[in-house]
């Protein structure tokens, strides 16, 4: 147990669905991360908050939106995703969005495109 | 693209102590070297980090060469929980910065009883 919950743990959606990913930490951190792992491939940082203010977006597509609504909280809206976008999405929260934070992550949401 | 090269897996025999090395040539002098793990099936895990001297705590030890260009992370005594892939990151550390971890392909350490 990490502190960092994620839900749902599995979902399956189809092309044409919206569903949302919600990442909740228990830590008093500041802030927030989602990143995305693909079968045989590294993890890629996707978006980055710190203090609610979206700092980092890795080039991630417009079918992907993050929200930060506080510190505690993020989510990944999703809608008309790709089969290529089945992956494990991970959220992790550190101290700050400075260097040097450890990052905690919670147990990611394994999601599958049809 | 990660800034470290890593050997893709290794074996340990449990209770021995399992040594991961880690390349880092291009390493800059405001850049600290970062170890995760990921359990399977399980997000990663912070396990140390350090920037030029050798660091110890409850999970493992660091050792860094004196020019930096390599480290190795020391597991003690290996356990089979011990089975997980290892992350080594370079990661930045100055003003301006962002806490972002770029991970490579990591080492696979099976431990095996």
């Known amino acids: 147990e990490t502190g960092v919950t994620q839900t749902p743990r599995h979902l399956v959606m189809g092309m044409t669905n919206k569903k949302s990913l919600k990442c909740e930490q228990h830590?008093?951190?500041?802030?927030m991360y989602w990143y995305k792992q693909s079968a045989k491939k590294p993890l890629e940082l996707m978006f980055v908050?710190?203090?609610?203010?979206?700092?980092e977006n890795n080039s991630v597509p417009s079918r992907f939106s993050p929200e930060c609504p506080n510190s505690s909280h993020l989510f990944l809206h999703l809608h008309t995703l790709q089969p290529e976008d089945s992956a494990l999405y991970l959220c992790?929260?550190?101290?700050?969005?400075?260097?040097?934070?450890?990052?905690?992550f919670g147990p990611g949401t394994r999601l599958t495109v049809l | 693209d990660a800034k470290t090269t890593q050997p893709p897996s290794m074996d340990c025999a449990e209770g021995r102590a399992a040594n991961l090395p880690c390349n880092h040539s291009?390493?800059?002098?405001?850049?600290?070297v970062y170890w995760y793990r990921q359990i399977h099936s399980q997000g990663p895990q912070y396990i140390i980090h350090?920037?030029?001297n050798n660091e110890t705590n409850e999970m493992a030890s660091l050792i860094i060469t004196e020019d930096r260009k390599s480290s190795t992370l020391i597991l003690p005594h290996a356990t089979l929980r011990d089975t997980a892939v290892y992350y080594c990151?370079?990661?930045?550390?100055?003003?301006?910065?962002?806490?972002?971890?770029?991970f490579g392909t990591g080492t696979l350490l099976a431990v095996q009883p």
């Open positions: 992790a929260s550190s101290q700050t969005g400075l260097p040097g934070n450890e990052q905690f």
């Open positions: 830590l008093g951190h500041n802030a």
């Open positions: 908050y710190n203090f609610k203010e979206q700092t």
């Open positions: 291009t390493i800059s002098g405001n850049e600290y």
């Open positions: 350090g920037l030029k």
């Open positions: 990151i370079v990661l930045p550390n100055y003003g301006g910065a962002t806490n972002k971890l770029i």
